[in-house]
């Protein structure tokens, strides 16, 4: 299936939203706990890095293939998250815990709507995958910044915000996926 299939067969606005979901769940991670600025940088790196190697993983999960097209390095990636990062904060203002949280709370829902969305079209493999591929990003992004701090005092692998973080978004995208 070319990227041509999937614009046909999900409506512009959908498709959007499908397509930016891996991108908003390594900034949602990223953004879950402080990890100072070159621990963000590890974070959105290796997130990004994950997200390119969705299509390696899945490479018969047309819905990744076509989010992730052949050719696609985990600098272009990373790029376009640093890209969204910065439309994201520009458009909601993520400037002191209020806004954070309300940004939080409003990229949460989208989880249930893409959920919702491929369940009705895709079959279960393809969204099975597509999970995996989602929680896997999430976990990387969460672990790059411990893996990669020389003053961490105890080695976790996700801060109690990222556990949050991560188990709502588990939870949303099991929501339509039982």
Not at 124 to 131: A, E, R, S, T
Request: proline share 2%; charged share 30%; aromatic share 8%.
């Amino acid at each position: 299936m070319t990227i041509l299939d999937k614009k046909i067969t999900y409506p512009d606005i959908e498709w959007d939203l499908i397509s930016s979901l891996p991108h908003l769940t390594c900034l949602l991670i990223s953004c879950a706990d402080y990890s100072g600025i070159e621990g963000t940088k590890e974070e959105l790196k290796s997130g990004a890095k994950s997200i390119a190697s969705g299509r390696l993983k899945y490479p018969d999960n047309q819905l990744i293939t076509n989010i992730v097209p052949d050719g696609v390095s985990k600098e272009e990636v990373l790029e376009k998250v640093t890209a969204e990062q910065k439309k994201l904060i520009d458009n909601t203002h993520i400037y002191n815990e209020n806004s954070l949280l309300e940004f939080q709370k409003a990229s949460l829902k989208k989880y249930s709507s893409v959920m919702y969305y491929i369940s009705k079209i895709e079959t279960g493999l393809i969204v099975n995958q597509f999970k995996k591929w989602i929680l896997n990003i999430a976990e990387e992004t969460a672990v790059a910044a411990i893996e990669n701090s020389v003053f961490a005092q105890k080695r976790e692998a996700f801060s109690e915000k990222e556990v949050n973080m991560f188990e709502q978004i588990k939870r949303l995208i099991d929501k339509n996926n039982n």
